[in-house]
């Protein structure tokens, strides 16, 4: 499995203040992901981003939500201003390449919680 | 419209006892793929499992196998001689479009020594 590490493991936040959550997949990969998974809930699907574009998005990434891959390496999620409703596990997703890892397989990080107040 | 469904939210079993995890899905999708992920205690998302939708073929890794049934939209996963460190919520997720997945709920599962 190709290795994904997240940044921070847990961060705690004031209500309007803004969020980056890091994520640096090592390998090459193509396609990215964000997933959210509220306390409790299922997995949601956020954004997922490939070349440098995000290719698709949920209707929960509003505006307030953006994603980029600045260096190409660090893909990150910012929240411009969160809101309690944010609190929630943050996951960052790879797809398989080729060889060892399964393409059409997400490989994901060990999440980012996010608890504001 | 994609949607898989979950509807076993928690089960308990004794250690060494078999158990299964009901999965239905829905896609109108003819290229899909299927997987279960666990997710321990400890929180991150552990793939364990993928079938795509042109192999009905039903495999045995292990102590997990799975059953996979287009005519009844099923992929149901199976633990046998289950241990305590088996417990953990297990998610169901379809992959449509080759971009997104869409998660199940989520079974829990409580393996008591």
């Known amino acids: 499995e190709p290795e994904v590490t997240q940044t921070p493991s847990h961060q705690v936040t004031q209500m309007g203040q803004e969020v980056i959550l890091r994520c640096v997949p090592i390998s090459n990969h193509l396609y990215f992901y964000w997933y959210r998974q509220i306390l409790g809930q299922k997995v949601e699907f956020l954004v997922s981003f490939y070349n440098n574009e995000i290719s698709e998005k949920s209707e929960i990434f509003d505006d307030q939500f953006s994603v980029e891959r600045p260096d190409g390496s660090n893909f990150t999620l910012k929240i411009r201003s969160t809101k309690l409703e944010d609190s929630a596990m943050y996951f960052c997703?790879?797809?398989?390449?080729?060889?060892?890892?399964?393409?059409?397989?997400?490989?994901f990080g060990p999440g980012t919680r996010l608890l504001v107040l | 419209a994609q949607k898989v469904t979950q509807a076993q939210t928690e089960i308990s079993v004794v250690e060494k006892e078999d158990v299964t995890l009901d999965c239905v899905y829905e896609t109108r999708d003819t290229t899909y793929y299927l997987f279960w992920y666990k997710q321990p205690p400890s929180g991150e998302l552990v793939f364990l499992i993928r079938?795509?939708?042109?192999?009905?073929q039903n495999e045995i890794s292990g102590r997990y196998s799975w059953n996979f049934q287009k005519s009844t939209s099923s992929f149901n996963f199976t633990i046998t001689a289950s241990q305590v460190v088996d417990s953990a919520v297990y998610f169901c997720a379809l992959l449509a479009n080759f971009n997104k997945f869409y998660f199940g709920s989520g079974t829990k599962l409580n393996v008591k020594p």
């Open positions: 997703a790879v797809q398989g390449t080729s060889g060892r890892d399964l393409r059409e397989t997400q490989y």
């Open positions: 079938r795509n939708s042109f192999d009905e």
